[in-house]
């Protein structure tokens, strides 16, 4: 069975950092692909960053490009997604998302966590 489980996520002030996990079980990276995605009520899932395990391949959100990124350590099965220099506007739900075949910043994934509340003050 595929678990993705999501920790990391809490009450930090603008400016600050906060590092993500998502702990995968039930599969190995592979030819697997992980994607990040936020969600604020209101608005739809939007994709954050995601990797592409066949390649290595990541992408990135115009919106978060240069202040997150993202890295995996395959021995621990877990994607993690470093947030630095974080801003208002970054508040919402956060999600791990898991794929066959090559990532894509759309939510078009078959499993994905329970999420993880990011909550940035001004």
């Known amino acids: 069975e595929v678990q993705l489980v999501e920790s990391g996520g809490g009450l930090v002030q603008a400016g600050g950092s906060l590092r993500l996990s998502c702990a995968a079980s039930g599969f190995t990276f592979g030819d697997y692909a992980i994607g990040w995605f936020r969600q604020v009520p209101g608005k739809e899932r939007e994709g954050v960053s995601c990797i592409s395990f066949s390649d290595g391949s990541t992408y990135y959100a115009d919106s978060v490009k240069g202040r997150f990124t993202i890295s995996s350590d395959n021995a621990k099965n877990t994607v993690y997604l470093q947030m630095n220099s974080l801003k208002p506007e970054d508040t919402a739900v956060y999600y791990c998302?898991?794929?066959?075949?090559?990532?894509?910043?759309?939510?078009?994934?078959?499993?994905w966590g329970q999420g993880t509340q990011v909550t940035v003050s001004s």
């Open positions: 998302a898991a794929r066959w075949g090559i990532a894509t910043m759309k939510p078009l994934y078959d499993y």
